[in-house]
């Protein structure tokens, strides 16, 4: 007679997978909030160079999407404003710093223009 193993996954196994999974779980919640911030901040740009002609007044406009946004890792004045080819484009690049724990963080770089690619 022949006797087969047992197969599946052992409660030690299940318990370091559910750990996992809760680690993996837990830095998406705070990473997919600051890339969803990236992609406003992306749109706003857009939207500022559009709807302004100097500087100044590209400026403003961002502000007033960033408000409306919820963007507050930048603001207008980080913008980097340029002439390039008798157009204006615009630039921006900024850094978020999630904690995760004790010393440990996570240091995300963002960085955009409205220069075609």
């Known amino acids: 007679m022949r ?3 047992q197969r599946g996954i052992s409660l030690t196994g299940l318990i370091v997978v559910l ?9 998406a919640m705070q990473i997919i ?20 002609g100097t500087p100044q007044e ?11 946004g ?6 207008g004045r980080d913008l980097e404003i340029e002439r ?12 978020r710093k999630i904690h995760l724990a004790g010393p440990a963080s996570l240091l995300l770089e963002y960085s955009g223009s409205t220069a075609k690619k």
């Open 58 to 68: 590209i400026r403003a406009a961002f502000d007033r999407a960033a408000e409306a």
């Open 19 to 27: 750990a996992l999974l809760g680690v993996l779980g837990l830095l």
């Open 84 to 95: 390039v080819d008798g157009e204006q484009q615009v630039s921006f690049a900024y850094e």
């Open 70 to 75: 919820y963007i507050t890792s930048i603001s």
């Open 3 to 5: 006797t087969t193993g």
């Open 33 to 52: 909030p600051a890339y969803s911030e990236y992609r406003a901040v992306s749109s706003a740009i857009v939207k500022a160079k559009a709807a302004g």
